[in-house]
C-alpha cells in the first residue's frame, strides 16, 4: 500500500472513535425524505406504537452504508460528490417506488427494509468503481481532488501525489503554418488548487525563456519557420510548494507543405480563342472541345467564315487564271503600245524640239 493510501488509511480508523452516520446520510435530501417518511407516510400505514422502532431500523440501515471492508480496490471510507449523489438518487427512488405501493402494516415494515438492504448492495458497487475509476485518476503529477469522508461527511482535499514528469510529447508541423501545443490532462478540470500554465523555450545550454503564462492551456505560434523547432516545456503550477504538471514537447518543422492547384474550367476564355487554337506548353484540356461542343452556333459561325475566305481566294485566282490565259497576247501589246507611245514619243517629241532650236540658233 503505498504513501497515497495511508491518510485515508488513518482515516478510516479514525471514524471507528466517531459518531457514524454513512455516506448517504451526509445528502440533506436523504435526511428529508426520512422526516417526511416518519411524519407523513407512517401515521396513515403503521400503527402508533411502532413507528418509533421502525426508524431506529430504518436509520442504522442507512447509517450501515459506511461498514464496508476497507479494501483499496473496493472502499476507503471516502467518494466523490458524484458518487455521493448518484448513491443517494438511488436510495430516494427506491423509497418512492416503497411509498406508491400504499402497503400497510408489517408487509410494509418488510418491504422497507429489504430495500435498504439492497440499497447498501447498490452504494458498495457505485464506490468501488468510485475507487476504481474515479479515485486518483492522474497518471501522473500532482492533483489535488475534493473528497467525502463518509463517517464524518466533511469535505477535505487529498492530494494524489505521483511523478511530475507526464513525458515528452513529439509534434511535428509544417513550415508557415500554426503550432499549437496543448498541456491540459483529462483531470485538471475536476482538481483543486491549480494556477497557470506556464511555457518555455528550453534551448541546447539547457537555459529557458519564458513564452507565455495565464489559464490558458496552450501555446500557439503562428507561421513557424525553421529556427522554431526545438523543445518546449509546459508547467502547471499549484497552491502547493511543487508544481502539478511537467510536460516537454519536440517540436519538428517540417518543410512547407505543397499544395497542387487543380485549374476551374474557364469557359468564357475558352469561348473567345480562335478556331484551331491551343495553348503551347500543354495538351488542350477535354474541357475546351466539351465547351465548344457546347456552343454550335460558334462552331457554324467559324466554318462559314473560312469558307467565305477559301470562296474568295479561290475566285480571284480564277479571274487572275483566265485573263492571264486568254487574253495574255493582247495585254502584252497593250502593254508595250503603251509604254512606246508614252516613253519613246516623249523622247521624239524633245529631239525634235532641240533640233528646231539648233536651227534656229545657227540662222
Known amino acids: ?42 401515521p396513515g400505514h403503521l400503527e402508533a406504537k411502532d413507528h418509533k422502532n421502525l426508524m431506529i431500523r430504518v436509520k442504522e440501515a442507512v447509517e450501515d452504508f459506511k461498514n464496508l471492508p476497507i479494501d483499496e480496490d473496493s472502499y476507503m471510507g471516502v467518494v466523490d460528490k458524484p458518487t455521493l449523489e448518484k448513491a443517494s438518487w438511488s436510495l430516494l427512488k427506491d423509497m418512492k417506488r416503497v411509498t406508491d405501493s400504499d402497503v400497510n402494516g408489517q408487509l410494509f415494515v418488510k418491504e422497507l427494509l429489504w430495500m435498504l438492504h439492497l440499497a ?27 473528497l467525502i469522508w463518509c463517517s464524518t461527511c466533511q469535505e477535505q482535499v487529498h492530494a494524489c501525489r505521483k511523478s511530475l514528469d507526464c513525458g515528452e510529447r513529439k509534434v511535428e508541423v509544417h513550415q508557415m503554418e500554426d503550432m499549437i501545443l496543448d498541456c491540459e490532462l483529462n483531470w485538471h478540470k475536476i482538481s483543486q488548487g491549480l494556477t497557470d500554465y506556464s511555457f518555455y ?19 500557439t505560434k503562428i507561421m513557424v519557420s525553421p529556427e522554431d523547432a526545438g523543445i518546449y516545456r509546459c508547467e502547471l503550477g499549484s497552491v502547493k510548494s511543487s508544481p502539478a504538471t511537467i510536460i516537454h514537447f519536440r517540436v519538428t518543422v517540417l518543410p512547407k507543405r505543397i499544395v497542387e492547384e487543380i ?48 470562296g474568295f481566294v479561290v475566285l480571284i485566282a480564277g479571274v487572275v487564271t483566265a485573263i492571264l490565259y ?13 509604254w512606246f507611245s508614252t516613253g519613246h514619243g516623249d523622247a521624239q517629241d524633245s529631239g525634235v524640239s532641240a533640233e528646231k ?3 534656229s540658233g545657227r540662222k
Do not use: H
Not at 10 to 20: D, F, K, Q, S, Y
Not at 121 to 134: H, L, M, N, R, V
Not at 326 to 338: E, H, L, Q
Open 1 to 42: 500500500m503505498g504513501q497515497r493510501w495511508l491518510p485515508l488509511l488513518v482515516a478510516a480508523l479514525a471514524a471507528c472513535l466517531l459518531p457514524a452516520r454513512g455516506c448517504v446520510m451526509c445528502d440533506p435530501k436523504v435526511v428529508e425524505a426520512l422526516n417526511s417518511l416518519e411524519t407523513d407516510y407512517l
Open 120 to 146: 447498501k448492495d447498490t452504494f458498495a458497487s457505485y464506490a468501488a468503481q468510485f475507487q476504481k475509476e474515479g479515485f486518483c485518476p492522474n497518471k501522473c503529477g500532482l492533483m489535488l481532488q475534493p
Open 201 to 219: 523555450r528550453v534551448w541546447q545550454n539547457n537555459s529557458e525563456t519564458l513564452m507565455s503564462k495565464g489559464i490558458q492551456p496552450t501555446l
Open 263 to 310: 485549374p476551374s474550367p474557364n469557359t468564357e476564355t475558352q469561348d473567345e480563342m480562335a478556331p484551331g487554337e491551343v495553348t503551347l506548353g500543354r495538351p488542350q484540356p477535354s474541357t475546351t472541345l466539351q465547351s465548344q461542343s457546347s456552343k454550335p452556333e460558334n462552331v457554324l459561325r467559324s466554318r462559314l467564315v473560312g469558307l467565305l475566305i477559301w
Open 326 to 338: 486568254f487574253g495574255s497576247g493582247k495585254v502584252i501589246d497593250f502593254i508595250k503600245s503603251s
Open 357 to 359: 532650236t539648233d536651227k
